[in-house]
């Protein structure tokens, strides 16, 4: 139930969050399709789990707000490439990215969310869960040795 007013910006946040969760909903599936280590089809699928449990809650707010909602992604991925085509480093590396843009975006809802209270905290929430989220993320990487580690800086001996 509505409880407080939106901003203008704040109902563009709430449906620009939804978009960038159903494009990453797309991704992470194309990615599972392609994916050959076993530990990174369970580790998208745990993400998938996370994004999906909020796209319900992003969903409602938009319900509840009566801002538009986007237009769903497709339920299944159809392949028409060569899985051996896609390497999972570089599917790793892409998702890294959106991730990063994901915390990008949640703080700047947080710091634009100036009307509404109780979305403001939804946005806060979602910065701490994307922000735990990229901690496991690239610790995961780099014990596969995929992420791209700049060298050290220092004095060369």
Request: hydrophobic content about 40%.
């Amino acid at each position: 139930m509505k409880t407080e007013d939106l901003s203008i910006s704040e109902a563009f946040h709430l449906w620009d969050h939804l978009n960038l969760r159903y494009d990453q909903l797309e991704i992470v599936m194309f990615s599972i399709s392609f994916a050959h280590d076993t530990s990174f089809i369970a580790v998208l699928d745990m993400g998938l789990i996370i994004i999906k449990k909020q796209i319900e809650k992003l969903e409602e707010l938009c319900l509840n707000y009566s801002v538009q909602v986007p237009e769903r992604p497709p339920a299944e991925m159809v392949q028409r490439i060569d899985p051996e085509a896609m390497e999972d480093q570089f599917m790793y590396r892409i998702l890294l990215t959106g991730l990063q843009n994901s915390i990008d975006l949640h703080m700047r809802a947080v710091m634009e969310t100036v009307r509404n209270d109780s979305l403001r905290k939804t946005f806060i929430d979602l910065f701490k869960d994307e922000m735990s989220s990229y901690d496991k993320f690239l610790k995961y990487g780099k014990a596969k040795g995929w992420t791209k580690t700049p060298p050290t800086y220092g004095a060369l001996v």
